[in-house]
């Protein structure tokens, strides 16, 4: 891993006239076109998907199928096969990260609440109905997250700009690619609200974790069970094929995996 100090703050821009926004899944959701369409019926579609995605999937909402799950009604056997797709995921990075990722750890009663892999895999899905339709290029960002496909321009890679925690609406670290997801994990916005589960103490030896890579549903677990472990999470990315990591100390520190590097803008 490498270690640097966070340069000087760069503010991201990016032209909004073929951006469409909307609240879903308790954060807002955004949608950028570079060849327009942010009214077509494809973006209907996606965003569609992602209202559909609050109405099944809420753990706020008492009749959604996780609620239901979650309050016994449902058995794990009996849930739906998009239920069943998200929970196989939070169980193989459970398995993966040695249980620093786990999705009954906050719940008191034992229960399993996937909410932590459903964001970034419903953004994983809404861009298979983009690209389905025939939509080549798109950035979707949830909450923070994100997913890029195809380069803002031909020839032209998007940059994703992550979050800097000393700096309100600045970046700390610029990442580029085609083909990319990106999510964060960390204090920045939801304060401490990560638990370590093996010590049932909220995590805190680092500010943010971020994670790039093919996949934004396992890149948004990787971020989470990463920040758990804290430095130790970032060497435990760099051995996931794929996957890169950078985190943001306490005392303003970057620190990248290895191959980080080749994303950086």
Do not use: C
Not at 215 to 232: C, I, P, S
């Amino acid at each position: 891993m490498v270690a640097e100090r966070i340069e000087e703050p760069r503010i991201a821009t990016r032209d909004a006239d073929h951006r469409r926004v909307e609240r879903a899944m308790g954060t807002m959701v955004s949608l950028y076109l570079p060849e327009g369409g942010a009214d077509s019926e494809a973006a209907d579609a996606a965003f569609a998907w992602f209202h559909e995605v609050d109405e099944r999937f809420s753990p706020f909402a008492p009749e959604s199928e996780v609620s239901r799950v979650i309050s016994g009604e449902i058995p794990l056997a009996r849930v739906s096969a998009d239920l069943r797709e998200v929970f196989e995921i939070a169980d193989a990075v459970e398995t993966l990260s040695g249980g620093a990722f786990d999705i009954r750890a906050h719940r008191s009663d034992g229960r399993p609440d996937p909410t932590g892999v459903v964001k970034g895999w419903s953004v994983d899905r809404a861009g298979a109905i983009l690209a389905d339709a025939g939509v080549e290029r798109f950035f979707i960002s949830a909450g923070g997250d994100v997913l890029v496909r195809g380069g803002q321009e031909w020839g032209v890679p998007w940059k994703v700009g992550i979050a800097h925690p000393f700096a309100p609406d600045a970046v700390a670290l610029v990442l580029q690619g085609n083909d990319l997801a990106v999510a964060t994990s960390g204090t920045t916005e939801r304060g401490h609200h990560i638990t370590d589960p093996h010590s049932g103490r909220p995590a805190d030896e680092l500010l943010t974790v971020t994670v790039a890579g093919p996949d934004l549903a396992r890149a948004d677990a990787y971020a989470t069970a990463a920040f758990a472990m804290g430095t130790e999470g970032l060497r435990w990315v760099d051995a996931l094929p794929g996957y890169y990591a950078a985190g943001i100390t306490h005392d303003a520190r970057l620190v990248t995996t290895r191959g980080l590097d080749r994303l950086r803008a």
